[in-house]
């Protein structure tokens, strides 16, 4: 069974640039999250969708990130204009086809300079 | 909200040795409570859940405890092995029905030969 796939891996920007990251969840899961994971803290909930529905984004900082999953399958997520403080790693997770738990993909590096 | 905290310090221990790694949480008892681990650069990796009506579960040299009383988890991994070194996480499910975890900052595991 293929896992959560996210790309880029790394991406580097300058602050008030643009930059969006791709996730492609495991086939059959109904539920997507985003995670923001700062260096030495645990990932942070930014936003969960149950299909194609926003179910929790309550934690996103709607001024300057958004998210879509427009099919309920693939998400991308933008963040827009960049500040210092987003560098992060950015996790994609899924749930849904009876399992027990989310499967995360492997994240995205992101470095804002 | 919910607030988890979880050893501050990186846990040193020998190889062989039991590991004993501690989850504390405020609040209300979610209803599940799930250990992942997480090796640098990659997404965390589920380990084991336990329910709110649990006491003990365990898998191979894996053992989790939930005490809703003293609001607190202890994962232990006994014959620890260097293998065993990575940050783990524990994470709360209050029981929503979509999985929607809260994460606390992780534990750093090292086990030395």
């Known amino acids: 069974e293929a896992g959560v796939a996210q790309s880029p891996r790394y991406k580097i920007i300058e602050k008030r640039q643009s930059v969006a990251f791709w996730c492609n969840p495991i086939s059959g899961h109904a539920t997507l999250y985003w995670y923001q994971q700062i260096l030495g803290q645990g990932p942070k909930l930014l936003i969960q969708f149950q299909n194609n529905g926003v179910v929790d984004d309550s934690q996103l900082p709607k001024d300057r990130f958004s998210a879509e999953r427009l099919k309920g399958v693939d998400s991308t997520l933008k963040i827009q204009p960049a500040k210092l403080e987003d560098s992060a790693v950015y996790l994609c997770?899924?749930?849904?086809?009876?399992?027990?738990?989310?499967?995360f993909g492997p994240g995205t590096r992101l470095l804002v300079l | 909200s919910q607030k988890i905290e979880q050893n501050s310090e990186a846990l040193n221990i020998q190889e062989g040795k039991t590991a004993t790694l501690t989850c504390n949480y405020t609040?209300?008892?979610?209803?599940?409570l799930q250990w992942y681990r997480q090796d640098p650069g990659r997404g965390p990796v589920f380990l084991l859940l336990?329910?709110?009506?649990?006491k003990e579960k365990r898998k191979e040299r894996l053992k989790v405890t939930f005490d809703t009383t003293l609001k607190q988890s202890l994962f232990h991994i006994t014959a620890s092995q260097p293998a065993d070194s990575a940050t783990y996480l524990c994470a709360l499910d209050m029981g929503s029905g979509y999985s929607t975890l809260t994460f606390g900052k992780g534990t750093m595991l090292l086990v030395s030969p």
């Open positions: 336990i329910r709110e009506n649990e």
């Open positions: 609040n209300y008892s979610p209803a599940y």
């Open positions: 997770a899924s749930y849904g086809g009876g399992q027990e738990t989310q499967y």
